[in-house]
């Protein structure tokens, strides 16, 4: 009794431990089947099998792919069945994923964030007018904001203006425009409001919680 005991540090190395040591068994029994009818036949049943381990997915087409690959992962690609996705190669899969391409930017002023120079090209295409102008100092407004959040001091329009003509590539120049930006302490206000606004709310919500679990505590004679 003692000596047909198995150790999991004498057993074989199990290639997808999800499907437990049971399923990887019967692949390797389906393995060494001489005919490759009865091959197919058992092949089927495990792909039933493992399908069984999640109903809700079993009948799905990409599903079944998937458990088709994975059945012949675990036979190390050395079960002789057709499958009706195909049988996948071993390079095929071991193939690493060409990388991805993230963006990378790396802008000057980093407290203005991307989005600012993609207003800035957007509205480098338009035509001069009204629309243009309006465009213009709505992100001059924007970048003063966004500088104020980074430097709670209070900064002057030219500087923004000169940012703004830098990062235009000299195409949009406010520098010697006569109209002022919003100025800084209502900018610095608006956004300290929003953050109270947030504050508060949240501490009203707290607060009826507290009170409806009062009133849902409290003893009713």
Known sequence: MI?????NTEREHLIIPEYGRHIQKMINHAKIQETKEER????????AVMGNMQPHLRDVADFQHKLWDQLFIMANFELDADSPYGAPSKEELSERPEPLEYPQNFPKYR???NNIKTMID???????????????????????KCFLNWNKDTVEDYVIFNHLFEL???????KDSEESLTDS????????????ASNTGSKKTSN????SNLNRNRKRY
């Open 208 to 211: 009826h919680k507290k009170s």
């Open 168 to 174: 235009s590539d000299g195409k949009i120049n406010l």
């Open 185 to 196: 302490s209502r900018l610095m206000k608006a956004s300290s409001g929003k953050k109270y």
């Open 122 to 144: 957007v509205a480098n295409t338009w035509e001069d007018g009204e629309m243009k102008e309006a465009l213009t100092y709505t992100i001059a407004n924007h970048m003063k």
């Open 40 to 47: 197919n036949k058992l092949a089927k049943s495990i792909i």
């Open 3 to 7: 000596d047909d005991i198995e150790y």
């Open 111 to 113: 407290f203005y964030g």
